[in-house]
């Protein structure tokens, strides 16, 4: 199975600051990377797809780069609303499983 | 209004079974890959379970394999997991989510999860 780690595990941040948090995967995924976002109590919700593509409705301030094992997710000025856990998710192959990485909790400093 | 709703959850005993449903409305439920996810209290998610948009290939995570079954009824648009010789370990909010080829793979719609509580 392909494994997923992300890091920080947490990060307090100040609303304004700029937030990046990684994801790798154990082998090459191509793009085949999303990433969620989790509120307490929430399903998640989908932020990027194809590794760097925004999806619909999400705010220009989330932006995601990277491809093979090697990814990135950042918030370039963090508001409010986006305090939460954050995961990526390889997506591209049955065989393997769509593995979630553990999260990362973005909270207020 | 695009939407999954989950239901069936409780409390069952260790050993006992349980089937979930996910009924799927608002999109072409037939056209698209299915899976479950959970997430045990306090913890991160993980992926369970996948069906293809026909039923044709079926997959599951090592920990519920031989214990959990997949299944979706296209007439109905809706989803199933049948879980059986529950443990402890099985306890989570158990949430639907359709796979979107579109959007690369990507989990795009979710339901509201139910909770799963094995307990004596």
């Known amino acids: 199975d392909i494994q997923m780690t992300q890091s920080p595990s947490s990060v307090s941040a100040s609303v304004g600051d700029r937030v990046t948090i990684t994801c790798r995967a154990s082998?090459?995924?191509?793009?085949?990377l999303a990433w969620y976002q989790q509120k307490p109590g929430k399903a998640p919700k989908l932020l990027i797809y194809?590794?760097?593509s925004l999806q619909s409705g999400v705010p220009s301030r989330f932006s995601g780069s990277g491809s093979g094992t090697d990814f990135t997710l950042t918030i370039s000025s963090l508001q409010p609303e986006d305090f939460a856990t954050y995961y990526c998710?390889?997506?591209?192959?049955?065989?393997?499983?769509?593995?979630f990485g553990p999260g990362t909790k973005v909270d207020i400093k | 209004e695009v939407q999954l709703v989950e239901s069936g959850g409780g409390l069952v005993k260790p050993g006992g079974s349980l089937r979930l449903s996910c009924a799927a409305s608002g999109f072409t439920f037939s056209s698209y890959s299915m899976n479950w996810v959970r997430q045990a209290p306090g913890k991160g998610l993980e992926w369970v379970s996948s069906?293809?948009?026909?039923?044709?290939?079926?997959y599951y995570a090592d920990s519920v394999k031989g214990r959990f079954t997949i299944s979706r009824d296209n007439a109905k648009n809706s989803l199933y997991l049948q879980m059986n010789s529950l443990r402890a370990e099985d306890t989570a909010v158990y949430y639907c989510?359709?796979?979107?080829?579109?959007?690369?793979?990507?989990?795009?719609?979710w339901g509201q999860g139910t909770m799963v509580t094995v307990s004596s």
């Open positions: 989510a359709s796979r979107s080829l579109q959007l690369r793979g990507a989990f795009d719609i």
């Open positions: 082998q090459g995924i191509s793009s085949w």
């Open positions: 194809a590794a760097s």
């Open positions: 998710q390889q997506a591209n192959s049955f065989l393997q499983g769509f593995t």
């Open positions: 069906i293809s948009s026909s039923s044709s290939y079926i």
